[in-house]
């Protein structure tokens, strides 16, 4: 099994609202990734897991906080967000950090 | 800092045609190099890296690209373009840390 999954595909929320987004990867990667891209734009990333601890937060707003529940789940909880906030949020795995990465199809997230 | 710069916006090329995307990169020490591909709303699809080796390294879906150390390219080919290339274009570098650090992207459209 070679793929990254991602949960919703689609997001629409209220600036008030709290959501999770969802990551599984079933690959024995020990490196997962977060990032995030705007339109016609290279991806951002926001955050790094290595052996599920948090090895690099690219400074990012504290409204996305990740989690890493075991070595195949990856969570971005978010919380009032913002109308620029909205993006497709890209998951990705690899072997270790640095290496050759897999992505997942995104969840693509409409802050209204 | 290293980094990768892809100086066309846009590539335009007919089928059967020869497909040529550029990348230059700029790194200290070794380069670690990727190229991906985005096909619309969808994550990032992996189809070459360079490491070391080889100056011709070839990779999925009939693509190669062509390290060229002293013009610091790295040009991504495909002999015989097909209108499902149709895509957005991404090279990569490994940056410090192991991050990923993307070009700005080339759009490919491949025309009947």
């Known amino acids: 099994d070679t793929e990254v999954t991602q949960t919703p595909k689609h997001l629409v929320m209220g600036m008030t609202n709290k959501k999770s987004l969802k990551c599984e990867q079933h690959m024995g990667h020990r490196a997962m990734y977060w990032y995030k891209q705007k339109a016609k734009k290279p991806p951002e990333l926001m955050f790094v897991y290595s052996y599920e601890k948090l090895s690099i937060n690219e400074s990012v707003p504290s409204r996305f906080s990740p989690e890493c529940p075991n070595s195949s789940l990856l969570n971005l909880h978010l919380h009032a967000l913002q109308p620029e906030d909205s993006a497709l949020y890209l998951c990705?795995?690899?072997?270790?950090?640095?290496?050759?990465?897999?992505f997942g199809p995104g969840t693509r997230l409409t802050v209204t | 800092a290293q980094s990768v710069a892809q100086p066309e916006d846009q590539v335009n090329v007919a089928e059967g045609n020869p497909l040529t995307v550029k990348c230059t990169y700029s790194v200290s020490g070794n380069p670690y190099l990727f190229w991906y591909v985005q096909y619309p709303n969808r994550g990032l699809q992996f189809l070459l890296k360079y490491i070391t080796g080889d100056n011709l390294v070839k990779g999925s879906y009939g693509f190669e690209a062509e390290f060229n150390k002293s013009q610091t390219s790295f040009h991504l080919k495909k002999p015989s373009a097909l209108v499902s290339d149709s895509a957005l274009y991404f090279c990569a570098v490994r940056g410090s840390w192991g991050k990923l650090q993307f070009g700005a992207g080339t759009q490919v459209v491949v025309t009947p």
């Open positions: 990705a795995s690899s072997q270790v950090e640095g290496e050759k990465q897999y």
